[in-house]
């Protein structure tokens, strides 16, 4: 699918197949929800058993009380694909194909990564804050300056001063060409001769004020 030149505002909509979205959530009243270097690991581990089958990931950055991500939802064909390879054999019964809904399955993820929270610090109750953002992106300038501001975030909130020294983003896996379930060779297509996405941006900067002005500490 070819990105358009236009931007969609919404952060309530549905996730629509085939369709680009930057996805974001926070800790309930702005609670830590990665404590420790584990709790990190642990949630990356949950998202690609949750999140893989259902949406292709392009970046994601996880901070101590909030995480973002850009991702592509797959389409009813994708999912079948994906299934199809997570099977030693063909199903030879009558048995009918039903995609998963991928609002559900981050709602599993969240939910998931609650109880293994919850049991392993003796707390109880909501973790995360509500329902988890969403906004649809279209342009492929406008995508990937977030995937930029997704790797930059945590300099954005003072946490290192560069860019490489936070471990928990996908930065790190862009650089290399160790196996990853990113959509590593898409990006160095999409960025033609530029070095990274970073580099990309910094020559194609795009205003992302208007939906990322929301962003959480």
């Not at 109880?115 to 990937?144: C, D, I, M, W």
Request: glycine share 4%.
């Amino acid at each position: 699918m070819s990105l358009q030149m236009e931007i969609t505002m919404s952060a309530d909509a549905r996730l629509l197949p085939g369709r680009y979205y930057h996805i974001y959530h926070r800790g309930n009243n702005r609670e830590v929800i990665f404590r420790e270097d584990r709790n990190y690991r642990y949630f990356l581990k949950r998202y690609a058993a949750y999140i893989e089958p259902v949406a292709f990931t392009y970046a994601y950055c996880l901070l101590p009380n909030h995480f973002h991500v850009a991702v592509r939802i797959k389409t009813d064909e994708e999912q079948f694909l994906w299934r199809l390879r997570q099977t030693s054999e063909v199903s030879q019964t009558s048995e009918v194909f039903e995609p998963w809904d991928p609002s559900w399955q981050f709602g599993k993820l969240f939910n998931s990564y609650t109880r293994a929270f919850n049991r392993a610090y003796q707390r109880s109750g909501s973790l995360f804050e509500g329902r988890f953002k969403r906004k649809e992106v279209t342009s492929l300038p406008h995508f990937l300056n977030l995937i930029a501001y997704i790797h930059n975030n945590p300099v954005h909130h003072n946490l290192v001063e560069e860019l490489r020294d936070w471990p928990y983003s996908s930065w790190h896996a862009l650089q290399t060409d160790a196996p990853t379930y990113l959509q590593r060779d898409e990006l160095r297509f999409w960025t033609g001769g530029f070095r990274s996405v970073e580099a990309y941006a910094a020559a194609h900067p795009v205003d992302i004020s208007a939906w990322v002005a929301d962003d959480w500490d």
